[in-house]
């Protein structure tokens, strides 16, 4: 396997750290308007992921874009006094499930953490050499 490039650890480090920013900004968005039945368009909120991927050779990851996620239909709550009700009296509600949510936050703060610790991991070692070169 030839490798066309390969990036310094703090490049792979911060490119992995604006990954994880971007989810938990998205997360947190998605736990904000976990009960938003009327968006802008009419439709209740529906969930944002974040997308990523790999860059060529060994360079860290790209963030693709944020989109939405059509995989899961919304939730119907009965809430018949609610002006969004239908004529059975159910809510279309937002396809977010507030502990999945919240897990998806843990992820996204550990990956956000384990990049951080490889900056002061290669920081650390950058000053060894420089005192070994004394």
């Keep these: 396997m030839a490798v066309d490039k390969i ?14 920013s971007m989810r938990m900004n ?4 998605n736990i904000a308007n ?13 969930r944002q992921r974040v997308s990523v991927s790999a860059q060529k050779g060994i360079g860290g990851v790209n963030i693709a874009g944020v989109k939405a996620d059509f995989t899961t239909d919304f939730k119907r709550v009965l809430d ?4 969004d009700a239908d004529d059975n009296g159910f809510v279309a509600m937002p396809n977010i499930d507030l502990p ?3 897990m998806q936050m843990v992820v ?7 990049n951080a610790a490889v900056l002061k991991r290669y920081q ?3 000053d060894v050499a420089l005192e070994v070169i004394r």
């Design 26 to 29: 998205v997360t947190a968005n």
């Design 108 to 114: 996204a703060s550990r990956g956000y953490q384990a």
């Design 80 to 83: 018949a006094g609610n002006p």
């Design 7 to 20: 990036s310094s650890p703090v490049d792979l480090a911060v490119s992995g750290m604006r990954a994880e």
């Design 34 to 46: 976990a009960n938003t039945s009327r968006g802008p368009d009419g439709l209740p909120y529906r």
């Design 100 to 102: 999945v949510e919240m």
């Design 124 to 126: 650390d070692m950058v």
